[in-house]
């Protein structure tokens, strides 16, 4: 089975916008952010009702800035600085990843680079509307798309590695 699609810098940047709970580390992050933002707002409340010096409305207004950087342009940064990263790896500004499932491992190819997986060492598949993720550490994962299949379908591929997991 084989799954096949461009990867633009469009493409590249929505995927900041999916799955933002992946593993303990991911949930553990969205938790002192949100923290980061909830004395951020408290600090800031109390300082309009009660008054303030400068030093502590540098701290709301640093917490207010982490929460909101942390949770809405980190990954977008992230993302941007990725893709310039393998523009310039590749020397292209658009490439073709293929998926290729094998008896033996998965051979995953961007451009001209390869990277094998072994079955065993995917954690956990994850699928929302057309994506489909199968994590394979707590950062690391391979995405690929049910309507880019160009060799059988997302169903069998399913099967095969539910299979080749066990």
Request: glycine share 6%; net charge positive.
């Amino acid at each position: 089975m084989i799954n096949e699609y461009k990867i633009t810098k469009k493409l590249m940047m929505s995927w900041a916008k999916e799955w933002y709970f992946v593993g303990k580390k991911s949930i553990f992050n969205f938790i002192i952010l949100c923290l980061n933002g909830l004395i951020g707002i408290l600090l800031t409340i109390t300082l309009l009702i009660t008054g303030g010096d400068i030093g502590r409305w540098c701290i709301a207004i640093l917490c207010l800035f982490v929460f909101v950087f942390g949770i809405f342009i980190a990954r977008f940064l992230q993302m941007s600085n990725s893709y310039k990263m393998y523009v310039n790896i590749y020397g292209v500004s658009e490439w073709n990843r293929t998926t290729k499932f094998t008896d033996e491992e998965i051979i995953i190819q961007d451009h001209t680079s390869i990277t094998k997986v072994q079955y065993k060492n995917i954690k956990q598949i994850k699928e929302k509307n057309n994506v489909i993720m199968l994590f394979i550490s707590d950062n690391a994962a391979i995405r690929l798309y049910k309507d880019a299949f160009i060799e059988g379908s997302w169903e069998e591929c399913k099967i095969m590695i539910n299979n080749m997991r066990k």
